[in-house]
Structures are given as structure tokens and as C-alpha cells.
Nanobody
Framework: QVQLVESGGGSVQAGGSLRLSCAAS????????MGWYRQAPGRQLELVYS???????THAKSVQGRFSISRDSAKTTVYLQMNSLKPEDTAVYYC???????????????WGQGTQVTVSL
């Protein structure tokens, strides 16, 4: 089993910055990817940024040039740096991890509890 603990988030004015952190703990064979999704009221869950085990990243076009993802040397904590925030970035942000557990033949998805990010004008 994997536990994801998120921190960061909060309220900020447009143009401001926030940083989200997510730490994965537990026993697992491999951590294939970690990243962040978000869900705004009335909208579907969408990928914000993710980083795979070998370091390749994927992100939403809407955050291009404003957000970045990084991780610690152990690859078990990821950080989402969010700059130049816009009101449309307001959402609940969820940490996600795709993990291969010991003895499993397929990987599993895990989610954090979510953290609110609110951007006001």
C-alpha cells in the first residue's frame, strides 16, 4: 500500500505563486510516476503535470511556462511549483502515483486527499 501526503495550496491573488508537495510512503516494488491532477467545480479531473520514473514529464497546455514539476533524489516526493497563477487555476489539486506493488502483475493508482488552490483577482 502507498500513502500520499500532500501539503501546500491555499489562496493567492492572480499573478502569485504557490508550491504543492506530495510525499509517497509505504512498501512498493516501483514508483512508475507521480504527479498532480486538478478538478474545478463542474469540470472533469484533468492532468496538470506528471513525472515518470526516468524523468520524462507530461503537462497540460494551460500550464505551459507557468508550472513546473520536480522531485527529491529518492523520487518519492514531488513538488509542483505554480507561478503566474490565474483565477482559472482554481481547483482542488490531487496528488497521483502509479505504483507497482510487490507481487502484483499490474500497477495501481493512488490518490492524495486533495488540496484546495484558490486564485482571486
Amino acid at each position: 500500500q502507498v500513502q500520499l501526503v500532500e501539503s501546500g495550496g491555499g489562496s493567492v491573488q492572480a499573478g502569485g505563486s504557490l508550491r504543492l508537495s506530495c510525499a509517497a510512503s509505504g512498501r512498493f516494488a516501483s514508483l512508475n510516476s507521480m504527479g498532480w491532477y486538478r478538478q474545478a467545480p463542474g469540470r472533469q479531473l484533468e492532468l496538470v503535470y506528471s513525472i515518470a520514473d526516468l524523468g520524462d514529464t507530461t503537462h497540460a497546455k494551460s500550464v505551459q511556462g507557468r508550472f513546473s514539476i520536480s522531485r527529491d533524489s529518492a523520487k518519492t516526493t514531488v513538488y509542483l511549483q505554480m507561478n503566474s497563477l490565474k483565477p482559472e487555476d482554481t481547483a482542488v489539486y490531487y496528488c497521483h502515483a502509479n505504483v507497482l506493488n510487490y507481487g502484483a502483475s499490474a500497477s495501481s493508482d493512488y490518490w492524495g486527499q486533495g488540496t484546495q488552490v484558490t486564485v482571486s483577482l
